[in-house]
């Protein structure tokens, strides 16, 4: 287990998703957690990567956060997630969507293209009560 500034923990998740990110203290809805963070890099590139750790900032820039500094890269992906993504001025920031209570991992909806390419085709685990179609 990697405490991070005492705020959130890297721990094995669920089986079958590794390892996630949670908790080490309450969060409000609409409370900052953590930015995304990497290497930006062309879209056209990114297009070409099988990593996973890459989040589309627009049509022309793509943040590659495969780098283990970047704690957010352990965010799970979730059909019913408890935090969500915002960019601004190519910062990528994450903030809780609802009370996230300590010992909870942070979950994001990774959206419609990365659910079809990586996640359908493995069978969704993320154990929501209802799943994408």
Request: hydrophobic share 35%.
């Amino acid at each position: 287990m990697k405490t991070i500034a005492d705020h959130m923990r890297v721990m094995h998740s669920r089986p079958g998703t590794g390892k996630g990110l949670f908790a080490a203290r309450p969060y409000t809805k609409g409370e900052f957690i953590v930015e995304y963070t990497g290497v930006k890099i062309p879209t056209k590139v990114a297009d070409t990567l099988k990593t996973r750790y890459l989040f589309e900032l627009d049509e022309k820039w793509t943040i590659d956060g495969n780098e283990h500094s970047n704690i957010a890269r352990y965010i799970n992906h979730s059909c019913e997630p408890n935090a969500e993504s915002e960019i601004h001025d190519e910062h990528i920031f994450v903030t809780a969507i609802q009370d996230i209570a300590a010992g909870e991992e942070f979950t994001m909806d990774y959206g419609e293209e990365y659910f079809e390419e990586f996640i359908r085709p493995e069978g969704c685990k993320c154990r929501a009560a209802t799943h994408r179609v």
